[in-house]
C-alpha cells in the first residue's frame, strides 16, 4: 500500500511540474516572448535554450525595482513600469550570471509575482525565484537545493513605504542589504486555489498596520491583444491591465528561435545539484571584501562577514561580544578626551591646596606688613609737609 501511495505522489509531482532539468518549459511555442522582448534586449543562445538580457537599463538594475506592489486577488501583485514587465516579472525565472549579469528564462506559467520575501518589524524584502525553484499545482514553490538568495538580490523597503507608487525611492542600498537580511525571516507562500496562483508573502493585515492605511484590492484585467502593462484609474478605484497571451504547445519537429540572437562566448552554468550553502556565493563574498578595505575594520563589518560565513547562533554570540569591545574602545576614546579637561582641573585643585599652606600664609602676611609700614611712613611725611 504505501508503494502505491509513492508511486502516486510522484506521478502527481510530474503532472503539476513541466519544467527541464534547467527549470522551463520545454515544449511550449515561446515565440510571444522572442518577438516582444528584443527591442528591449538580446537573445542569448546557450547550452539549454533562449535566454534574454535587458538591455539600457541604469546601472544597478536588477529585477521588481521600478513598480509597485498592489493587493489583488492573486495575492500580491507587482505592477511594473517597464515595457518587458508583463513577461519577465510574470513569467519565468531570473538569475545572476558573473559574465552576463541579469539573465530571463522563459516559462509558461503565469503568476502574479514570482519572488519570495523576508521581513521583520521595520522592513519588506524581496528577491526574484531562480531556475532552482519550481512550481508544482499541488505543491507549490520547491527548490532543487538548499538555495540561498544571494545579498544582491534583495530589494529591502522600509515596512511604511511597502505600497508607495514610488518604490524605487525607497530601495535601501546593498551596504544597509547586508545588514538587513540578517535581522529577517523569510516566507515563501506561493500555492494555489480556485484554480489561480496566489502569492499572499506578507500578510496582509501586517503590512496595513505598519502602513497606517487600509489595503484596498486592486481588479487585474488580462488582455490578449494589448503587450504592455499599466495601471488605471476610475472613480476612485485602481485597476491593473496586463497582456497574457495564450501559450500553446510546439508542433513536434517545428523549431522555434528568436529573430535576433548571439551565441554565448562563455557557458551559462546554472547548478541545480550542488548544494548551494557548500559553494557559497563568490560575488557576496566580493561585496564584503569590497566593503572591509580599511586596515581597522568597523564592528559592523566584522558582524556582517562573520554572519554569512556562519550564520548561526555563534553569530548572535560573537556580534554581542563585539558590541562590548566597541562600547569599550568608545568610552576609552571618551577617557582620553577628557584628560585635559581634568589636568586642568587637577592643577586648579592642586594651586588651591597651596594657597591655604602655611608657608603662603606667612608670605601674604609679610607682604601684607611691609605695604602696610611704607603706608604708615608715608602718611607721617605728608603730615610734616614733606614730599615723599
Known sequence: MRQILLVIIFALLFIGTAYSKHGYSVSVNFGIFYSSLTPYGEWIACDFG???????????????????????????????????????????????????????????????????????????GWAPLPPHATFSLHIGITFANRWIAPVHYWNFVPCRYFTTTRIVEYVQPIERTRRIFGHTRGVVNIRTENNRIINRGVDVDFVEQKTNRRIREVQVVHSDHDRRER????????????????????KEGETIQPPNFRKAERPIIIDREQPRRAKQDERTKELFRGSLKSDQPTVQHEVEKRRYESPRPLYKERSRELNREDTFRR???????????????????????????????????????TQGRSGRQRNEQRSRGRRP
Open 50 to 124: 533562449y535566454v534574454w538580457r535587458p538591455l539600457h537599463v541604469a546601472h544597478g538594475w536588477r529585477p521588481y525595482l521600478h513598480g509597485r506592489w498592489v493587493w489583488t486577488r492573486y495575492g500580491w501583485y507587482w505592477a511594473s513600469y517597464e515595457p518587458f514587465g508583463w513577461a519577465t516579472f510574470h513569467y519565468g525565472r531570473w538569475y545572476y550570471d558573473d559574465y552576463y549579469g541579469w539573465i530571463w528564462i522563459p516559462d509558461d506559467v503565469w503568476g502574479p509575482a514570482w519572488v519570495e520575501w523576508r521581513y521583520d518589524n521595520d522592513y519588506i
Open 231 to 250: 495601471i488605471v484609474r476610475e472613480a476612485n478605484r485602481e485597476r491593473v491591465e496586463v497582456f497574457r497571451p495564450k501559450l500553446e504547445n510546439r
Open 331 to 369: 568610552n576609552d576614546g571618551e577617557r582620553k578626551r577628557e584628560q585635559p579637561e581634568r589636568r586642568s582641573l587637577d592643577f586648579q585643585k592642586h594651586r588651591s591646596r597651596e594657597s591655604h599652606s602655611p608657608e603662603v600664609r606667612n608670605r601674604e602676611a609679610q607682604r601684607g606688613d
